[in-house]
């Protein structure tokens, strides 16, 4: 059995029960609105996260320490290999991973996630921010900028479970990322092209949380996410625009114009061997786009409104 670091694990000053079926102590009733708990049988791909976004918990902490009554992650560690029968780690070595080989396997959920098709939210974000085109994401729209790195960044805090994702069927928007929460909610679990351009707009935001842009206005961030959004449909279609619904045409119409020129801009470069330099978006197509998300119904007023970015602290609490 793979064994984690031994700085990486000890044992808690008093452990849970735990019992002959290979299950232990169920959490507490009353983090479940008085409901028992449902045993889950942990399988490949799994993970506290995505785990957590299931049950619909907010902060996925919340389901680990309501399991094994700590927040140390030492503890959770022993925990997993004791009790769980975790026998995979990660490439670091310094935890233990779900698999279909934990022998019991058993952790408690509040909803049977057995009977439900568990999608892998986190890995659906993942999935849609791996592409290699992040070089063409460097452009400055009116005074705002995104650059190539944002993306891998996202990318990062997503799988530390920094930035949480979460289904939302009920979503009046098909996404929406809020800040307050360092949580990425969507409507679809769909992994079609224009599920995945909407998980970058979305992440757009995210990113500038994680700059703490809070002084940015919302019309500039949503100009700078459907940019990007129209951007990687171009990617992946090259000569194809997202239309989008009725309501948002006319900010696709702008969009689409910004990410023509971004496109056209890098290719331009690389086919006269040109070092690699950021494009600045023609002023009068960036006020354009910045306009129409001011004067759309969804986002009216938008110019004056400023967005709450307030930063996400990474895996030692401090912000970027």
């Excluded at 092209?193 to 707009?201: C, D, E, G, S, Y």
């Excluded at 239309?243 to 702008?254: L, M, R, S, T, Y």
Aim: proline share 7%; glycine share 6%.
């Amino acid at each position: 059995m793979a064994k984690v670091k031994d700085n990486c694990e000890k044992p808690p000053f008093l452990p849970i029960a735990r019992y002959p079926d290979g299950t232990y102590r169920m959490p507490s009733r009353a983090l479940n609105g008085g409901q028992p708990w449902y045993p889950y049988r942990v399988r490949d791909g799994d993970s506290w996260v995505s785990l957590a976004a299931a049950d619909e918990w907010t902060n996925v902490w919340d389901l680990i320490t309501a399991n094994f009554d700590t927040h140390i992650p030492e503890e959770v560690n022993w925990y997993l290999r004791e009790y769980v029968g975790c026998d995979v780690i990660t490439t670091d070595q310094s935890n233990y991973r779900f698999s279909s080989s934990a022998k019991p396997g058993f952790i408690w959920t509040r909803t049977p996630l057995d009977t439900k098709h568990i999608v892998n939210l986190p890995q659906l974000v993942l999935d849609a921010l791996n592409f290699s085109a992040y070089p063409l994401f460097d452009f400055r729209l009116g005074t705002s900028t995104i650059e190539p790195w944002l993306f891998p960044r996202v990318r990062s805090y997503v799988s530390k479970g920094l930035i949480r994702i979460r289904h939302s069927p009920g979503l009046p928007a098909d996404g929406e990322y809020v800040s307050s929460e360092n949580t990425l909610h969507l409507k679809s679990t769909g992994r079609d092209p224009n599920n995945k351009a909407l998980i970058v707009h979305e992440c757009v935001h995210a990113g500038m949380d994680l700059k703490g842009h809070n002084t940015m206005k919302k019309a500039v961030s949503e100009a700078l996410a459907y940019t990007a959004q129209c951007l990687y449909f171009q990617v992946i279609f090259p000569g194809m625009e997202i239309k989008g619904d009725p309501d948002e045409a006319e900010i696709f119409k702008h969009a689409n114009l910004a990410a023509d020129e971004i496109f056209d801009w890098h290719a331009n470069r690389v086919s006269k061997h040109l070092d690699h330099e950021q494009c600045w978006v023609d002023e009068g197509v960036a006020n354009d786009l910045i306009d129409a998300v001011n004067e759309s119904k969804r986002y009216k007023g938008s110019k004056r409104q400023p967005t709450d970015h307030d930063g996400i602290p990474d895996e030692y609490g401090d912000h970027f």
